[in-house]
């Protein structure tokens, strides 16, 4: 999995380095960055391109961000198509021109900006763009209005695509201005106001309503209310226009981290298990009642260019199936404390970390009191490589789930096994919740997960995969021991060389530098 993320991290950068050459040459052979149809502009023509252009509309971009690239395509495309306008385009290197970036406090990868009338201080942000039409489609409802929008639905075609038609009763109503404010933001929706009574009658409705239809299907409708803003109003239409589940993906991650929900359950998952069908059926089910307050996302664990995503959150593939909230404002994480992930218990999980009763997962839990006196000690995230790695003890840890019954089946063992050994103090028997601490060390399989830590200054951790009796787990440490036993004579021969070689470097530089003086 990691060659293959490898392979495709620097097929990436390949493309991206090929592209930003192509680039850099392209802009090499202008005599003068005003010839283009794109403006290249620096800081030395910034405010010169203000003062001639009645409106600047200004793409701030990283060379190598592929998002950056495909900006930098829509603009060439919507400059084309714009030629003869007051609207002129341009685009800064903001890798070039950090001085630049920082004096007009530009701190996204994807920035777009219009400038008005040479006004430097207060221009007006740009939704990203998905194409050239965006870009178009932008521009020309900012300088509309609503009365653009107004069209007969009675004849229209059934669209693949999302439209949003807003069914008034009064065209000069508040209403129709607040859904145009928000057709303004979302250029890549297609929007249209209408008062078909034909219409609105087909679905049952009443006037001042918002519909979202797909295929002349009724999706979702919104009731318009005096207390409806034209923020309200987006949220309502990024939400409905995903589906109530999203795979993550290349194509779906903008989408995903733009969204106006900030709340995201994710699902790890392997697309290709026996249970996929079923998991993803339940937490479909679930998403429907969360929809404009909870973002569901699922995360097939089983694709390499997921691997930094799982990296952000640790989550392990064997670990899957999983389902973690998180907030992207604050960036806490809650897990599902659950081995069974059926509709009840993801929503109760989803109802429970919106009233604030959920626990976050942290990557220690804090150190109980007394964690050492018990036969069985217990461990956290914070003393469990302090402990493990202890060069002088060989220590037994059991990592366990608290909801599953195959690792609380083991603790009566686990306690036979600290009595057993009780007399031996060169020998720890632990355990630790590895749902609510962070295992950052290299594990095999899911949990529970028995690891014997031998004594050696090397950081080793060996697995322990046989009988669950004691007599077999006493014979395995025995064994391991043994074996830790003929390490650590090398290991002590090794470190004996080492301290010698460096005392005696330290000797050699303390005569020269008396003999310097």
């Known amino acids: 999995m990691k060659t293959l993320l490898l392979l495709g991290v620097t097929a990436f950068c390949l493309c991206a380095y090929v592209a930003a050459d192509k680039q850099s040459k392209r802009q090499a052979d202008k005599l003068s960055p005003e010839e283009d149809e794109v403006l290249q502009l620096k800081k030395g023509n910034f405010n010169r391109a203000l003062r001639k252009h009645k409106q600047l509309l200004v793409h701030f971009y990283a060379p190598l961000s592929g998002e950056g690239h495909r900006i930098s395509a829509a603009f060439e495309g919507a400059a084309a198509e714009l030629q003869g306008s007051e609207v002129r385009l341009a685009v800064v290197d903001v890798a070039k021109e950090k ?82 404010n928000a057709a303004v933001e979302l250029p890549d929706v297609n929007f249209a106001v209408t008062q078909n009574d034909e219409l609105i009658t087909k679905y049952g409705l009443t006037h001042d309503v918002v519909l979202l239809l797909k295929k002349s299907k009724l999706i979702q409708a919104y009731k318009m209310t005096p207390q409806t803003s034209k923020e309200m109003l987006i949220i309502f239409i990024t939400v409905y226009q995903m589906d109530p589940v999203t795979e993550y993906t290349g ?58 995503l799982m990296e952000y959150f640790r989550v392990r593939d064997f670990e899957a199936p999983l389902i973690r909230l998180v907030n992207l404002t604050d960036h806490v994480t809650y897990h599902l404390p659950s081995d069974t992930l059926d509709v009840q218990t993801i929503q109760t999980f989803c109802q429970s970390y919106l009233e604030g009763k959920a626990k976050p997962k942290m990557q220690s839990e804090p150190i109980p009191e007394g964690w050492d006196k018990q036969p069985v000690k217990e461990l956290v995230g914070m003393t469990l490589e302090k402990v493990g790695f202890n060069p002088n003890k060989t220590v037994f840890v059991l990592f366990y789930l608290p909801y599953s019954a195959e690792s609380r089946a083991l603790f ?106």
């Open 251 to 308: 194509q779906t991650a903008t989408q995903i981290l733009t969204s106006p929900v900030l709340n995201h359950a994710l699902l790890f998952v392997n697309k290709s298990s026996a249970a996929f069908k079923e998991i993803h059926t339940a937490f479909n089910g679930a998403a429907e009642a969360f929809r404009l307050k909870i973002l569901f996302v699922w995360v097939d664990v089983d694709e390499p260019r997921n691997g930094r």
């Open 412 to 517: 009566p063992l686990w306690e036979e096994l600290a009595e057993a050994l009780k007399e031996r103090e060169d020998v720890v028997v632990a355990r630790i919740d590895a749902s609510a601490n962070d295992i950052n060390m290299s594990m095999q399989g899911g949990y529970p997960s028995l690891c014997l830590f031998p004594a050696l200054y090397a950081e080793r951790v060996v697995v322990y995969t046989g009988k669950k009796k004691v007599k077999d787990l006493v014979k395995f440490v025995d064994k391991e021991m043994e074996k830790a036993k003929k390490y650590r004579v090398t290991e002590d021969e090794d470190r004996r060389k080492y301290i010698e070689a460096v005392k005696a470097e330290e000797a050699k530089k303390a005569n020269k530098t008396k003999d310097e003086l």
């Open 99 to 180: 001085d630049l970036a920082k004096e007009l406090n530009v701190t996204g990868l994807a920035t777009i900006r219009l400038y008005l009338s040479g006004d430097k201080h207060n221009p007006v942000t740009c939704p990203v763009p998905q194409s050239t039409a965006s870009i178009l489609t932008w521009l020309r409802r900012r300088a509309g209005s609503a009365a653009d929008l107004i069209a007969d639905l009675s004849q229209s075609e059934a669209s693949e695509e999302l439209m949003v038609v807003g069914f008034f009763k009064e065209l000069n109503h508040e209403y129709v201005q607040v859904f145009y």
